[in-house]
């Protein structure tokens, strides 16, 4: 009996994370997962100690060294400046492994940290890994300093990934006025 149920629970949450990946604005107002994962500046990042020191925008990306992601992460990478001023947090994710992130994040370079999920682990607890998919989608979540998600970008060109995000910090007021 208890065998069927807890088979029964995970059937349950395969299809609720899978209905989740196809459909990122039902994420909003969830707690955004915990997670404990290396990054290519050579430290270990958890969010829960991200957030007490302002929101965070974690921007998932399927694979490094791809034109699409590249260029996402560059157009993040412009907009640093105003998120340092007010105070949020930016770092990239990616199923690959903390080997092959190290060198491309500092061929491109970047000015925030890009955090290995090679298990992908915390890609199925962040439901970005839609039906059939072995990469993360290219999302970016949005969380408020209380752990929640505030909004989830995933209909946005790589290119103006940047100007995108600051459009949705601006509506939530979390950018500092200038």
Not at 50 to 67: E, Q
């Amino acid at each position: 009996m208890q065998q069927s149920r807890a088979i029964l629970t995970i059937l349950t949450l395969m299809t609720l994370q899978s209905t989740l990946a196809n459909e990122p604005a039902r994420l909003v107002g969830l707690f955004a997962p915990d997670f404990n994962l290396s990054g290519t500046d050579g430290k270990t990042h958890r969010l829960a100690h991200l957030l007490k020191s302002g929101p965070v925008v974690v921007a998932w990306f399927p694979k490094a060294y791809t034109g699409n992601c590249e260029k996402m992460l560059r157009s993040l990478s412009a907009v640093q400046p105003d998120l340092d001023k007010s105070r949020i947090n930016l770092l990239a994710v990616s199923g690959d492994k903390i080997k092959y992130l190290k060198p491309y994040a500092e061929s491109i370079p970047l000015s925030f940290p890009i955090l290995a999920d090679p298990t992908r682990t915390t890609a199925v607890n962040w439901s970005v890994l839609g039906e059939g998919r072995e990469l993360p989608n290219r999302w970016i979540f949005l969380i408020s300093q209380d752990g929640r998600i505030a909004a989830v970008l995933s209909d946005f060109s790589a290119d103006d990934a940047g100007k995108e995000l600051l459009k949705y910090l601006q509506q939530l007021g979390w950018l500092t006025k200038s």
